[in-house]
């Protein structure tokens, strides 16, 4: 494999030290971009694009050609792995993610087999792959899956949800059932993560967007039990590297000193939860990524810039941030506007680090 030639974004993972703060942001490749809505129509729908790597590969790497992001992130979706048990994803316009057959009983959960990334996901990793080739070393790429909970309720909703009626009832009615599922999922993740980082993804994030919609009791169960299977059964170096895994709970800022126990390396962080103060929660033991509100995309270049000043100053001096936005870019925001958040990042940060420390 080629040399890294920015390696920033690791290097924060790993709380070591940085000239400037690394930035890249969820759904970087994305309808924001008139480049990746000329790509997907070239494709026929979304589904053609996850599945194709070379077009995978084109538009994970079409936001690295406008912006100087410190990572590129394997283009893909979280609901690869219910595809492959057999469930038929497709997408509605307007409507989001689908599935053909749902679960609904133990004994659909008992028929479900553990995917084999290269057998039945054989196309995410030739994109990982393909994307590695042409990245030639110029950032780093994360890899990444849905948690085993959020997962789930897609699984038993059919679908999106708002309130996850049909889950919840599965979690409370039978918890024994729910606990196979999220088992089952959680060793999925494990071979599906793993499967990437073997064909070059050399960080991975996993993404709870669902589990704060949990209560507290029920997430320390049913979501984060399963993510701390997850964090000790991954490769944690690979390449001679170390494998930096990331855990984003959206609205998970209640939990946080339960996540960094987890023996993840870093903590995503939504804009709900104060940077400073997530900071004195959790010490040293993890990094932190986040947390602009995408939504300040929106807003002039000024007052874009000046959230990043106000982020960078609550986190303040020293190693082990990323920054981030707290949730995806929205598919409406200006990519100028994208532009000028990634450069106050670059620019704004160098303040809070010492050039002296690193090498």
Not at 112 to 120: A, G, K, T
């Amino acid at each position: 494999m080629s040399e890294l030639k920015n390696d920033r974004f690791l290097r924060a993972l790993m709380r070591q030290p940085v000239d400037v703060t690394p930035v890249w942001m969820m759904r970087q490749a994305g309808r924001y971009l008139p480049e990746y809505r000329e790509a997907r129509t070239r494709a026929g729908d979304f589904m053609g694009l996850c599945t194709n790597p070379e077009m995978a590969c084109e538009v994970t790497l079409q936001p690295l050609e406008r912006f100087p992001l410190d990572a590129a992130i394997l283009f893909s979706d979280i609901l690869t792995i219910p595809d492959a048990m057999g469930l038929g994803l497709y997408f509605e316009a307007g409507e989001g993610p689908r599935f053909r057959k749902r679960i609904d009983t133990a004994a659909d959960i008992e028929a479900l087999n553990v995917p084999d990334p290269e057998q039945d996901l054989g196309y995410v990793m030739n994109a990982v792959r393909t994307i590695r080739r042409e990245l030639n070393g110029r950032v780093p790429l994360i890899g990444f899956s849905g948690s085993p909970w959020t997962l789930a309720t897609y699984m038993v909703e059919g679908g999106s949800s708002k309130d996850f009626r049909k889950t919840k009832a599965m979690l409370y009615d039978q918890p024994e059932a729910m606990h196979l599922l999220l088992d089952k999922l959680a060793d999925s993740v494990i071979s599906y993560l793993n499967g990437q980082i073997m064909a070059g993804a050399q960080a991975v994030q996993i993404f709870d967007t669902w589990g704060g919609n949990l209560s507290a009791d029920a997430y320390q169960k049913f979501s984060l039990a399963y993510m701390r299977k997850i964090v000790s059964g991954l490769i944690r170096e690979n390449d001679g590297r170390k494998v930096p895994v990331i855990l984003f709970t959206k609205n998970g800022g209640l939990w946080l000193e339960s996540i960094a126990d987890t023996g993840a390396d870093a903590l995503g962080l939504d804009w709900t939860m104060d940077m400073g103060v997530a900071r004195s929660r959790v010490g040293s033991k993890v990094a932190l990524q986040g947390n602009m509100d995408p939504t300040v995309l929106y807003a002039k270049p000024e007052a874009i810039r000046a959230e990043v000043a106000r982020i960078l100053a609550s986190y303040g001096k020293g190693n082990g941030h990323v920054f981030n936005l707290g949730h995806g870019i929205t598919p409406e925001v200006d990519p100028a506007h994208a532009g000028a958040f990634i450069e106050a990042v670059h620019e704004l940060s160098a303040i809070y680090h010492d050039p002296s420390a690193i090498g």
